[in-house]
């Protein structure tokens, strides 16, 4: 169930039927690249079902159709039979699987392995990201445009982006691996210590949502949720604008802990 956050929208957890029932569907998709990755889960679902009803259907035609045969006792085969079915299995594979490789080739490059970020794109917003045992701490440029400056905006399981717009996180860990996730952006990249990892999305409308982290990293891995919200464009640059005048004051250069940003990575 959506565990409503005071003095904001309720949190969408999961596809609801409308009396509120959790059903086996994915959650709804709140970005603009998922449909493409559902479309993928799809098709995939599919040819496996397919596949699935050719095997076991050839199954139980050959238990039926030789239902009252006498046993017989295997002779190993001959060279030739066993010639004839390795290579009837190896043709299978290279056919079917050969066939499902190339034809998958373009939907890898354009939808799993997206990971060319709209670098060039002047409204693309990044964020860096450290992920802790149990909470997500998320860091802003600010107005300087830099990194690990005096008017970085830093949040606590509070992530807020424009929609309609490319955001681009970097990520890492400060103790053991946790994985960002996004669950309605079809999202999903881990944060290891030491490393920093990257992945963008671009949220399709304005609205509130979970961040989880999917390795168990703990025993609060649980609790370990943030919300994203979706804001307009002038409501996120208001509130980048606002948070950054009071980071600015709140500003403490001996704060060592505070001061895990890094410059930004360029691919
Ligand atoms: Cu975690």
Request: glycine share 8%; net charge negative.
């Amino acid at each position: 169930m959506s565990t409503p956050v005071e003095g904001s929208t309720p949190v969408s957890t999961g596809a609801q039927t409308p009396s509120g029932l959790k059903t086996l569907a994915l959650p709804e998709n709140a970005s603009t690249h998922g449909p493409r990755i559902d479309a993928l889960l799809g098709w995939s679902h599919r040819i496996e079902a397919g596949l699935a009803a050719i095997a076991l259907g050839w199954m139980l035609i050959a238990v039926w159709r030789f239902r009252g045969a006498k046993r017989a006792a295997s002779d190993g085969g001959t060279k030739r039979s066993i010639a004839f079915v390795l290579g009837l299995a190896l043709s299978t594979f290279l056919i079917v699987d050969g066939t499902l490789l190339v034809g998958s080739e373009g939907y890898l490059r354009d939808v799993l392995w997206n990971l060319q970020v709209p670098a060039e794109d002047p409204r693309t917003v990044r964020i860096e990201i450290n992920a802790h045992q149990w909470s997500w701490e998320a860091r802003y440029a600010g107005e300087d445009g830099r990194f690990n400056t005096p008017d970085d905006v830093v949040t606590w399981n509070d992530l807020r982006v424009p929609a309609g717009v490319p955001v681009w996180v970097q990520l890492v860990s400060t103790d053991v691996v946790h994985g960002f996730s996004l669950p309605h952006f079809r999202v999903k990249v881990d944060a290891i210590p030491g490393r920093v990892n990257q992945t963008w999305f671009q949220a399709a409308r304005e609205g509130t949502w979970e961040v989880a982290c999917y390795q168990h990293c703990g025993t609060s891995h649980y609790r370990m949720r943030g919300e994203l919200r979706a804001l307009s464009s002038e409501a996120y640059a208001a509130w980048l604008r606002e948070a950054g005048r009071q980071a600015l004051q709140a500003y403490d250069a001996d704060d060592v802990a505070a001061h895990w940003g890094w410059d930004w990575r360029t691919p």
